[in-house]
């Protein structure tokens, strides 16, 4: 059986390869220039020099620029930014190459509207969504908090290289990379000509200020740790930080959305897993695990589980409502799927099967409010309504 089953992986594997190369070539990692990132002070959290990957745009996209932040959580203590310290979001040492889908594809039957635009992946290596400046020293030990360096530091790198001349730009990210979108999307757009079209669309960075069903507020506690450890209360938004009481609190999108005068997209599910998991019901919450089949599979909630997941929908859009109402160059995408980030995965961003609303998939939808084909504003009905969906 062990022996039959490595044969079959033998013969496979590379016929599997072949494909992926066939249709979407690896790309590899480009390091942040070693005079750039000294300047700046720009490290990942191990002092190696940042990183991003870059294809080129050609065709009638070779002026377009889309930007796109790599996400992975944060670190919001000592132990684990020294963990991180020595892994791929931690360091550009332990990066690889790795091929580019979804709104990054090349390949216009996949992507639509971006494919021959030039395409970067900002590497994620600071642990605080590109949004810190400190340091850490005890002994031996050093760790750089500098993600809001690394971001001066790529674009930097990537502006003589013809960002500086974009006609057509737009910043995307997912998850702490969503969150990075909401944080840098008006500095990105002062980066670029006066004359360009300059936009950006937040994937599942949306992360919701919420008590778990514990009743206690741990992501606020993670925010709140993350920004002091990282030193990032002095890159929030000041009009923000100048009318909270808690200044911190800004790194919460919901707060100072209503700032960014950029076009931006929000594309978000209302039961995104992973605040589903980590802000509603993180296991700490939940000792008993009565959560665990639930989290598994849909069909197995109780009715009460079910409308604490309803509630979490309806805070997430009460949060986002002012917006919904009220920003004329604002596009959203608040599908009823259970996802988390669906830019960067074929299968949700644009295919067969893709999550649709009226009848639109995301790149459709990103694509229309985009180029102005169309206003697309989108709420989904409550779950299980989401009838696109693959659970
Ligand atoms: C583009 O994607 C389509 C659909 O998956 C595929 O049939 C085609 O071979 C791809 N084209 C290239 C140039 O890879
Ligand atoms: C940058 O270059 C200097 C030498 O010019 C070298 O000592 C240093 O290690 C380099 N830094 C990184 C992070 O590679
Ligand atoms: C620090 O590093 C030096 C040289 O590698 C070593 O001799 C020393 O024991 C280390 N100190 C600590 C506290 O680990
Ligand atoms: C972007 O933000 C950084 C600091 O947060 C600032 O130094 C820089 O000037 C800003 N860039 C532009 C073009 O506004
Ligand atoms: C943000 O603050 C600046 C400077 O204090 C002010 O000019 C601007 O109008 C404020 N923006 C909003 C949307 O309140
Ligand atoms: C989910 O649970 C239902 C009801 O118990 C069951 O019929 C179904 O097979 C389960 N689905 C999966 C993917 O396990
Ligand atoms: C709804 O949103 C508004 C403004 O964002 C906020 O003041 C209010 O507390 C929210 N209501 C609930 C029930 O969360
Ligand atoms: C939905 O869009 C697909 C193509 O994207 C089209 O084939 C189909 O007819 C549309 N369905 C409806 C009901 O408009
Ligand atoms: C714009 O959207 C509306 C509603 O979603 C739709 O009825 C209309 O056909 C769309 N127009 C275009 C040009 O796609």
Redesign the pocket.
């Known amino acids: 059986m062990m022996l039959r089953l490595s044969v079959a992986v033998l013969l496979l594997l590379p016929f599997a390869l072949w494909c992926a190369y066939a249709q979407s070539p690896l790309v590899g990692i480009t390091l942040v220039k070693n005079t750039t990132a000294k300047e700046l002070g720009a490290y990942c959290l191990d002092g190696s020099l940042p990183a991003y990957q870059f294809s080129k745009g050609f065709g009638s996209g070779a002026s377009n620029w889309l930007l796109h932040i790599e996400g992975g959580g944060w670190c919001n203590d000592v132990k684990s930014c020294l963990e991180r310290a020595t892994t791929r979001i931690g360091s550009s040492s332990y990066m690889t190459e790795n091929v580019f889908s979804g709104i990054l594809s090349n390949n216009q039957s996949l992507n639509p509207d971006f494919y021959n635009w030039n395409r970067v992946m900002l590497r994620y290596c600071d642990g605080a969504s590109f949004a810190g400046n400190s340091m850490y020293q005890n002994g031996n030990s050093s760790l750089y908090f500098r993600g809001?360096k690394i971001?001066?530091a790529i674009i930097s790198d990537l502006l003589p290289q013809g960002l500086a001349h974009a006609e057509k730009a737009l910043l995307s990210g997912c998850s702490a990379g969503g969150l990075a979108v909401f944080l840098?999307c008006d500095?990105f757009s002062?980066?670029l000509p006066g004359s360009a079209t300059v936009k950006c669309i937040s994937d599942a960075g949306f992360f919701l200020r919420r008590v778990n069903v514990a009743k206690s507020e741990m992501i606020r506690t993670l925010y709140h740790d993350v920004v002091s450890l990282q030193g990032v209360e002095q890159?929030l938004n000041q009009n923000c930080t100048s009318s909270q009481i808690d200044p911190k609190q800004c790194f919460f999108p919901q707060y100072f959305l209503s700032y960014i005068k950029t076009p931006i997209f929000i594309l978000n599910t209302a039961y995104d897993t992973w605040q589903f998991y980590n802000v509603l019901v993180p296991s700490s919450a939940d000792p008993g695990g009565v959560w665990n089949s639930c989290k598994k599979n849909l069909t197995t909630c109780t009715d009460s589980q079910i409308q604490t997941l309803q509630d979490f929908r309806l805070d997430m859009l009460n949060a986002t409502n002012s917006f919904y109402k009220s920003s004329t160059s604002g596009g959203m995408f608040i599908n009823s799927c259970f996802a988390h980030c669906q830019t960067q995965h074929q299968e949700t961003w644009f295919a067969a099967n893709s999550p649709r609303m009226q009848n639109k998939t995301i790149a459709e939808a990103v694509g229309d409010w985009y180029f102005e084909r169309n206003e697309t504003k989108l709420i989904d009905c409550p779950y299980p309504c989401g009838s696109t969906c693959q659970y």
């Open positions: 809001q971001w001066q840098h500095n002062r980066f890159n």
